[in-house]
């Protein structure tokens, strides 16, 4: 062995989608194994139960459970919604609506992502309009893990907490019925990559073995690395350039709940998010509803907030002449925020000093990874997607969707690999690059563009209408190297896998 470091969720009605490729044949099944049980990685297991029922699926987790770190954000699903339907089994289709962040907003399609002067409440730039939902992450997180078959190990003798992810015994037989194996197991921590090239004829065999730090191992035919912004599958694959750049602002982030009288101002602004920017001290404000009683009928008078204030890191930064630090104790996180909001119009102002004293402000770091070049995925064996391929800031709300076309774009490309009666190792090694290369083209300059948002939203000279932090969020496909279009190249694709299938 060689070690290597639908429903429409805006007109209410239901639609059906078909898989992406017809029914299998009986081949021998491949084995999948995903690194990583975020948003990402549990999209491509519920989208291979749907699309390659035969293929074998393992998730491994690091974190012990579901809510190991926290019950999350919101997120929001826009250029990338469409895929994101596709995918999933219509079954969870039917059920998003109990993720998002505000059902009745979702179905009449409000909402328009405003950027306002903090100081004067003036509404200074809009993010164009577009299809989209905001869904709550721990909600949407639970709903993935529907018919997975979950095995819970806990390096703790601390009882684990009342399980979202718990499913019925009803639910385990019908995973197995709809695919083979579908597995996730937590306390995972991903140590080392073992391929074995003594099978090279055998694409199917278990040719890639994942090494975990309570020394068990499991061995599959591809190994997918959705492990998010700091990615150990990356770490390994990339030793010299995994690491990611840091950006130059600071940033706290807080929920807490609100009752339903206070939260009326805001709402009037936008019933979902909105953002700020300081002219005078160019620090910035995200604000964004993370539960309304549209989502939570049995408490009619609450809201929960998410807040966020970033600041750049600089000298002269409010007047200071070092740069402001993150404050290491709670309460000084606190009063920080409370200071930089003092000379902000309402509502702004209150919905930073109405923050409760108790409340923990969580520092986020701030960085990012482009990638630059394609790794040695060990003849397709090995590949990364979502934050693990492309870590970007928050500041144009595209990881996600970036997450999901992944998705969508590795089972594309590798559709006839897996449906092939006799595949071969050429055709999973070239169809693998291919998804690379299509993947690297698409989110290189996508973390650029949202690298390039954060330097913007703490600068409000530099807030315009060209700003990445305002403009439409659309996915760029890299400049066609032939003279066909996009949609062109699809149909000549997809009929080329039909003829391969067939014959």
């Known amino acids: 062995m060689s070690s290597v470091a639908a429903k429409d969720h805006r007109s209410g009605q239901t639609t059906t989608s078909q898989p992406l490729f017809p029914p299998s044949p009986p081949i021998e099944s491949s084995h999948i194994l995903i690194i990583g049980a975020g948003i990402v990685g549990l999209t491509l297991a519920q989208a291979l139960r749907k699309h390659f029922p035969h293929v074998r699926c393992s998730v491994f987790e690091r974190d012990e459970h579901p809510l190991a770190r926290g019950a999350g954000w919101g997120l929001t699903l826009h250029w990338a919604l469409e895929s994101f339907l596709y995918l999933l089994p219509d079954h969870l289709v039917a059920r998003l609506d109990e993720t998002f962040v505000d059902p009745e907003a979702s179905r009449a399609g409000d909402g328009n992502f405003t950027l306002f002067d903090l100081r004067t409440g003036h509404a200074r730039l809009s993010v164009p309009p577009s299809k989209r939902i905001r869904v709550k992450r721990e909600n ?14 806990s390096s703790s003798s601390r ?14 037989v019908e995973a197995r019925l709809t695919c083979l194996v579908v597995n996730l197991q937590w306390s995972k921590n991903l140590t080392a990559i073992e391929v074995d090239d003594t099978n090279g004829d055998n694409p199917t065999a278990s040719a890639v073995r994942a090494r975990f730090d309570d020394d068990s191992s499991a061995s599959g035919s591809l190994l997918i690395g959705c492990d998010g912004s700091h990615s150990a599958v990356r770490r390994l694959l990339c030793p010299a350039t995994y690491k990611n750049t840091s950006l130059p602002v600071r940033l706290l982030g807080v929920s807490y709940a609100c009752s339903a009288e ?4 805001v709402k009037a602004l936008d019933p979902f998010f909105f953002q700020g ?14 539960d309304t009683p549209s989502s939570h009928p049995t408490r009619s008078d609450e809201y929960t907030y998410q807040v966020i204030i970033s600041w750049p890191y600089r000298t002269g930064f409010n007047g200071r002449v070092e740069p402001t630090e993150m404050p290491s104790e709670r309460l000084d996180r606190l009063r920080l925020m409370r200071s930089l909001a003092a000379g902000w119009v309402e509502p702004f102002r209150s919905i930073v000093l109405d923050i409760p ?38 500041y144009r709300g595209e990881a996600a969707n970036h997450g ?8 594309d490309h590798l559709g006839a690999y897996l449906t092939s009666p006799t595949p071969r190792p050429a055709m999973l090694e070239g169809r693998m690059n291919a998804y690379e290369t299509e993947m690297i083209g698409r989110t290189k300059p996508a973390v650029l563009r949202s690298r390039q948002a954060c330097l913007d939203a703490h600068d409000t000279r530099r ?5 990445p932090l305002v403009s439409r969020r659309v996915v760029t496909a890299p400049p066609e190297k032939s003279g066909y279009p996009f949609w ?16």
């Open 488 to 503: 062109v190249k699809s149909v000549l694709g997809l009929v080329k896998r039909m003829v391969n299938y067939v014959y």
């Open 262 to 265: 206070k939260a009326q101002a």
């Open 159 to 172: 009882p684990l907490p009342a399980a979202p992810h718990v499913v019925s015994s009803r639910t385990r």
């Open 463 to 467: 807030l315009g209408k060209e700003s």
């Open 404 to 411: 999901i076309a992944d998705i969508r774009s590795l089972l």
């Open 140 to 153: 949407l997180r639970r709903l993935l893990l529907e018919g997975i078959d979950v095995q819970v190990r």
């Open 277 to 290: 920017s300081d002219p005078q001290t160019d620090a910035y404000l995200w604000f964004s509803f993370l």
């Open 357 to 394: 004293d108790d409340a923990d402000p969580k520092p986020i770091s701030l960085d990012d990874w482009p990638p630059s070049q394609t790794w040695d995925n060990a003849g397709g064996r090995i590949t990364l997607m979502g934050d693990a391929a492309h870590a970007m800031t928050m």
